[in-house]
């Protein structure tokens, strides 16, 4: 269905592609991600892009620029010269949830465009199966018996991996205790040891595949194809507010709307590539392209989303 949509969306966007478009680019592509290299989106964008770059003619530039949670390198790209080559790698945490917990040097709106989305992060609710539960209505059960008493660890205080346990718990009416680590694989020994109960993360599955926790839901809207097993938490009646882990891509706001158009494009016709869409695959996330119009309403709607869950929940960073 995804493979159909983005062939289709080619096809528009080839109709409605302005002719000055065809000049871009006339130098190489510069790729800021604010991530360390080798992490999820550091992947996702060196996978994606360098399709794209190929396809457009160009070779790229990876400048990985990490530090405070992506914000170091949203700064450095909003501070530069528009070249309408350089370009930003984000992520849900960077656009819609951190804006909620601190000030952040860049307007999301106002300072940068969107281009496109690449993918989204796999992910899983994971159960030690020391809690006498076997499906999630069970597990849901069981935390209504008894509150609190069931503990979920997350990569960190106010992470997307928090909020999928706080929007949860909203949703079902139950009380889970978080504890935060410094990072997902800490975390994820910390639900293999039983130190927790639950996590919400896309490093439990090789765990679940090993039988050492039990699979409760996808945090996706679709199965994962090598779990067709574990149903999405849409399907248990779970999740309806949405909140995926996606890597995405914007430029600096005065980029020429036709140089925007024209790398969409491309992007959208790389991730039609079967060599990428399986990398992506074993690199842990999955094809979920939209356009730069329909990544802004996201962007916008999960915004909001998060920003009722934060209040909801009272978070805060400490």
Not at 53 to 79: T, W
Not at 125 to 137: D, E, G, N, R, W
Not at 143 to 158: D, H, I, Q, T, V
Request: charged letters at 20%.
């Amino acid at each position: 269905m995804m493979i159909r949509r983005l062939f289709a969306a080619l096809a528009l966007s080839a109709m409605a592609l302005p002719a000055v478009a065809q000049d871009w680019p006339t130098k190489p592509i510069r790729m800021v991600i604010p991530y360390p290299p080798g992490g999820p989106s550091d992947i996702s964008t060196r996978i994606v892009i360098e399709k794209a770059a190929q396809l457009l003619g160009q070779p790229v530039v990876f400048d990985n620029r990490a530090g405070a949670s992506g914000m170091i390198g949203a700064e450095h790209v909003k501070n530069q010269p528009v070249d309408g080559h350089t370009f930003l790698t984000v992520t849900t945490a960077m656009l819609c949830i951190t804006r909620h917990l601190q000030p952040i040097p860049f307007d999301p709106e106002k300072d940068f465009v969107p281009v496109s989305r690449l993918s989204t992060s796999w992910g899983a609710l994971a159960m030690h199966p020391s809690v006498p539960a076997q499906t999630l209505p069970e597990l849901i059960a069981y935390a209504k018996a008894n509150p609190g008493k069931l503990n979920f660890g997350s990569a960190g205080l106010a992470t997307i991996t928090h909020l999928f346990g706080e929007l949860l718990s909203l949703e079902a009416g139950i009380k889970l205790t978080h504890v935060p680590y410094r990072g997902s694989a800490p975390a994820t020994n910390a639900l293999v040891a039983g130190e927790v109960q639950l996590q919400f993360d896309q490093t439990t599955l090789p765990h679940i595949k090993a039988g050492k926790v039990r699979g409760l839901a996808m945090l996706a809207d679709v199965r994962h194809p090598d779990f067709p097993e574990i149903a999405t938490l849409r399907e248990q009646g779970y999740g309806k507010n949405g909140g995926d882990s996606w890597f995405g891509i914007v430029a600096p706001t005065g980029t020429p709307a036709a140089a925007i158009a024209r790398f969409d494009r491309a992007i959208a016709q790389a991730l039609t590539d079967k060599t990428v869409i399986e990398r992506l695959h074993n690199g842990g996330a999955r094809v979920t392209y939209l356009n730069s119009a329909e990544f802004k309403t996201r962007i916008a709607e999960e915004t909001k989303a998060f920003g009722d869950v934060i209040r909801a929940g009272n978070i805060k960073v400490q």
